[in-house]
């Protein structure tokens, strides 16, 4: 089943639980300062407030259009009134259009089918690259100096949510929620072990070791 992203800076991104049409799925997530907190994959969608608590609207737009997780996201600014200035504001952040709030539920999801019916939406960014790391999304490979890095689907995920928030100590329950698993719940110990694979794997392609353990909080991909 597809997967369409939806964040918002609002409450509403913790309080929605996902809907299902049409053989696609709809996730709603909370959308900070720091951007994504999970792996995106698939079309995404923001809603940003024009006012947010730690961060003008507009500024945070900016950073989603020059985050590589998020350039090719479709963002909506939610404003607190038809201001024509606010407007051409917006869109000159980087919005591809606006609404105008309070934001509900129905609302959210009525834009984003009635977008997707027209054929508008874009699609998550296909590559990523961070050193000698290449990540390809479309074809679900990683290579490091041009050499290929077998890894199973899981590890795979892994690897890319460590490589998007590089140089930072992430716990093992941060890694479980940034991978978005919704299924069934994936124990501590499963991540000790992928971990483990995926050192190996770099290893083997020729990377060293660029994954360090936190002694009792974590682990880090180190950018050298």
Not at 36 to 44: D, F, I, K, N, T
Not at 194 to 212: D, Q, V
Request: with cysteine.
């Amino acid at each position: 089943m597809d997967v369409v992203n939806i964040f918002l800076t609002g409450e509403l991104g913790e309080s929605l639980d996902d809907f299902v049409h049409d053989q696609r799925r709809f996730t709603f997530d909370k959308l900070g300062a720091e951007g994504p907190r999970r792996l995106v994959e698939g079309p995404m969608w923001a809603f940003i407030d024009w006012v947010m608590p730690d961060l003008a609207g507009l500024e945070l737009c900016r950073r989603l259009r020059a985050d590589p997780r998020t350039t090719e996201a479709h963002v909506t600014m939610v404003l607190e009134e038809d201001d024509a200035e606010d407007r051409r504001r917006a869109l000159r952040a980087g919005a591809d259009d606006y609404v105008i709030g309070p934001l509900t539920r129905n609302a959210v999801l009525d834009r984003v089918l009635a977008l997707q019916s027209r054929g508008v939406e874009r699609h998550a960014t296909q590559r990523f690259e961070l050193g000698a790391l290449t990540i390809d999304m479309a074809a679900l490979q990683a290579r490091w100096a041009g050499e290929p890095i077998v890894l199973r689907p899981n590890e795979y995920r892994l690897l890319r949510f460590l490589a998007e928030n590089p140089n930072r100590v992430l716990t093992r329950e941060d890694l479980i929620n940034g991978l978005g698993k919704r299924e069934r719940p994936i124990d501590e110990r499963t991540v000790d072990v992928w971990i483990g694979r995926l050192r190996r794997a770099i290893k083997t392609a020729g990377g060293g070791n660029p994954l360090r353990t936190v002694r009792s909080l974590g682990y880090v991909f180190d950018l050298g």
